[in-house]
């Protein structure tokens, strides 16, 4: 299904960017299932007032459903851009049992994203303040992603040979 690989595009200095893209897209995914720092929502002094206490029953259910359907949509993004090699061109399957052996090793893929996502963010991050988070996202991790698209825009277009 891949037609081009990241990591194989160009140089080393390819690589740098897309590692830094890569730690870019793990922040973003941290706060995206909000685990961690990007915990607010969970708050003690906000569950009170957020919009999760009106709900119950089915329409929690369905919250919830959409909850864990974004998380495994964001993190099959992750997976799909910076680890999408498959298994089935390595063992030589071909046809409808490659299509689905390489759905079940992206989904095992997404899955050990997401653990390794929501595990090390909740256990060596607090919780930070919403403006706490905008702040680290505009000072921080803004620059950082230009940093890391500036790498790879010069690489791939030769500005440096």
Request: zero cysteines; proline letters at 3%; a negative charge.
């Amino acid at each position: 299904f891949y037609q081009y690989n990241i990591w194989e595009i160009g140089t080393p200095l390819t690589i740098v960017g897309t590692f830094v893209l890569l730690m870019v897209f793990l922040l973003w995914l941290a706060s995206e299932i909000e685990v961690g720092y990007f915990n607010i929502p969970e708050a003690e002094t906000e569950v009170a007032e957020g919009p999760m206490a009106e709900y119950s029953g089915r329409h929690l259910a369905l919250f919830k459903l959409s909850s864990a359907l974004k998380e495994f949509a964001s993190a099959s993004l992750v997976v799909a851009i910076f680890f999408p090699w498959g298994v089935s061109g390595y063992i030589g399957l071909s046809g409808i049992g490659a299509v689905i052996l390489d759905l079940i090793f992206h989904t095992l893929k997404v899955f050990a994203v997401l653990f390794v996502s929501m595990s090390v963010f909740r256990a060596i991050t607090g919780r930070l303040r919403i403006t706490q988070a905008v702040s680290m996202f505009w000072s921080r991790i803004l620059p950082m992603s230009l940093i890391g698209v500036v790498l790879l825009v010069i690489d791939i277009l030769g500005v440096i040979t």
